[in-house]
Nanobody, 125 residues
Framework: QVQLVESGGGLVQAGGSLRLSCAAS????????MGWFRQAPGKERDIVAA????????YYADSVKGRFTISRDNAKNMVYLQMNSLELEDTAVYYC??????????????????WGQGTQVTVSS
């Protein structure tokens, strides 16, 4: 099991930027793919972005392509989500997640076995 702690959420105006951070501990971070999910009130928790254990492969949901960037620093056990051009629809609780198994790059929610507590992102008009 890995422990994940998100930070960096907050209130921002539409068009603004935020950078979310996720600190990982508890196992060999560099062997695991990571992802960011979000959940708005009354909606499912959906994947936003994912990154492979080496950082060479990434995935973005269509709704955030060109605006969000996922990255990782394996030396620091950190994963980041840079969010630019934020829209009202980006308002949600954002969760960092780690894949269940090493050396996998899968995108279903069920492929992720460790979750952070979530950080609120609120975009205002």
């Amino acid at each position: 099991q890995v422990q994940l702690v998100e930070s960096g959420g907050g209130l921002v105006q539409a068009g603004g930027s935020l950078r979310l951070s996720c600190a990982a501990s508890g196992r060999t971070f560099s062997n695991y793919g990571m992802g960011w999910f979000r959940q708005a009130p009354g909606k499912e928790r959906d994947i936003v972005a994912a990154i492979s254990w080496t950082g060479t492969r990434t995935y973005y949901a269509d709704s955030v392509k060109g605006r969000f960037t996922i990255s990782r620093d394996n030396a620091k056990n950190m994963v980041y989500l840079q969010m630019n051009s934020l829209e009202l629809e980006d308002t949600a609780v954002y969760y960092c997640a780690a894949q269940k198994s090493q050396f996998l790059f899968r995108l279903l929610r069920s492929d992720f076995g460790s979750w952070g507590q979530g950080t609120q992102v609120t975009v205002s008009s």
